[in-house]
């Protein structure tokens, strides 16, 4: 009898263990795949996963080969950056009316990573910024080498065109990157994971709070 009451009291203290998350059980990512498919209707494509932050990674058909996206189980309710990575598109547009100002070629790929239970494929920038007002939008863009004219034009242009997008009151870190002419008319965002060595040159600013901080051209 004794020895039942000992078995007992030990299963009972494992669930009160386990129920304390103190013994977390991580979901499956084949679970976590169909609660996304579930959410967007898509097929989730499992990649791999971090321990550390207890984040699965993911991908769908319509992403460029090098793109992931983050889903945390840390907590009961998943948050995933599906829903901020869709708004990518809608950000390059709405950042478009600053660009076309000061640059006539140009191609914009924006990054944004948010995780969130809350957005879903139906939210909008608006929403967005709303969820994370201070959020950091990261804009690669290029530009042909027929759009140069001169390093210090340039530089010039890049202010002007960022103490502008300054008066949104949005965060950016924004980086253009000149290319050959040839190359720029075949680039798409599956050509970004390369970004780093389309050309040792390129230029960036960062706005945050209304200030903007740029760089020279760099060699």
Do not use: H
Not at 178 to 185: A, G, I, L, M, N
Not at 197 to 217: A, M, Q, R, T
């Amino acid at each position: 009898m004794f020895m039942k009451k000992a078995i007992r009291a030990e299963i009972l203290a494992i669930c009160i263990f386990l129920l304390t998350g103190c013994g977390f059980i991580a979901p499956s990512q084949g679970y976590v795949a169909r609660k996304m498919e579930k959410k967007y209707g898509e097929r989730f494509e499992y990649i791999d996963d971090d321990e550390e932050t207890q984040q699965y990674r993911y991908r769908t058909s319509q992403m460029a080969p090098q793109e992931k996206i983050a889903v945390s189980y840390r907590e009961d309710v998943l948050k995933d950056e599906y829903a901020s990575y869709l708004l990518q598109d809608d950000e390059a547009e709405y950042i478009s009316k600053y660009f076309d100002k000061f640059f006539v070629e140009y191609k914009a790929y924006p990054t944004i990573r948010y995780l969130s239970s809350d957005l879903d494929a139906n939210s909008t920038l608006d929403d967005l910024y709303e969820a994370n007002p201070n959020i950091m939008v990261y804009i690669r863009f290029i530009i042909p080498e027929r759009e140069l004219t001169s390093n210090s034009d340039m530089n010039q242009r890049m202010e002007l065109c960022c103490k502008d997008i300054a008066t949104d009151g949005k965060r950016y870190r924004i980086v253009a990157y000149p290319v050959d002419d040839d190359r720029y008319d075949t680039f798409d965002r599956s050509d970004t994971a390369d970004f780093n060595n389309v050309k040792d040159d390129y230029w960036s600013c960062s706005i945050s709070d209304g200030e903007v901080k740029v760089s020279d051209l760099m060699d």
